[in-house]
């Protein structure tokens, strides 16, 4: 009778074990930043091209990432760079025409930290040019 009672004691305790785990499904760290491009026009964006590092050139620079084909009211994927900055170089061609946002410089900045972000694209037909928001994801 007294094996019984132990044996009956040590299974509860094994199952009380084994139903108190860790959850382990926790978000990894994201070690880089990662940028993705969110089109809120009425047009789909076609050879969406992103510059974390480009200035006033209508050429991409060597970190450039081309996101191709971003349909309305969608997001592209995410794309890993290693040094991005509030705003970025970025052109696209929509609605039939090129459209550029370029910067002179970043001089003052400073580098976003790691993790995930969205360029939200907008469009001005006021004054027919493209805007954009940085959004923390």
């Known amino acids: ?21 860790k959850d382990k499904t926790t978000t990894p760290e994201i070690k880089e930043v ?11 964006f076609y050879n969406c091209t992103v510059d974390p ?3 006033l050139s209508d050429n991409p620079g060597p970190n450039a990432f ?3 084909q971003i349909n309305i009211d969608t997001n592209s994927d995410y794309h890993g760079f290693p ?9 696209l061609t929509m609605n039939n025409r090129t459209y550029y946002l370029k910067f002179f410089d970043y001089t003052g ?12 694209i ?6 027919d040019r493209l805007n954009y928001e940085l959004i923390k994801d």
Do not use: D, H
């Not at 040094?83 to 052109?91: A, I, Q």
């Not at 907008?122 to 004054?127: D, F, I, M």
């Open 109 to 120: 900045e400073t580098p976003l930290a790691n993790g995930r972000y969205t360029y939200k």
């Open 1 to 21: 009778m007294k094996t019984i009672s132990t044996l009956a004691i040590a299974i509860c305790g094994l199952l009380i074990f084994i139903s108190c785990k």
């Open 34 to 44: 990662q940028v993705r491009v969110a089109n809120a026009t009425s047009w789909t």
């Open 66 to 68: 081309n996101y191709g």
């Open 122 to 127: 907008t469009y001005s037909a006021t004054n």
């Open 83 to 91: 040094k991005v900055y509030n705003y970025s170089w970025v052109r």
């Open 53 to 55: 590092t480009g200035t």
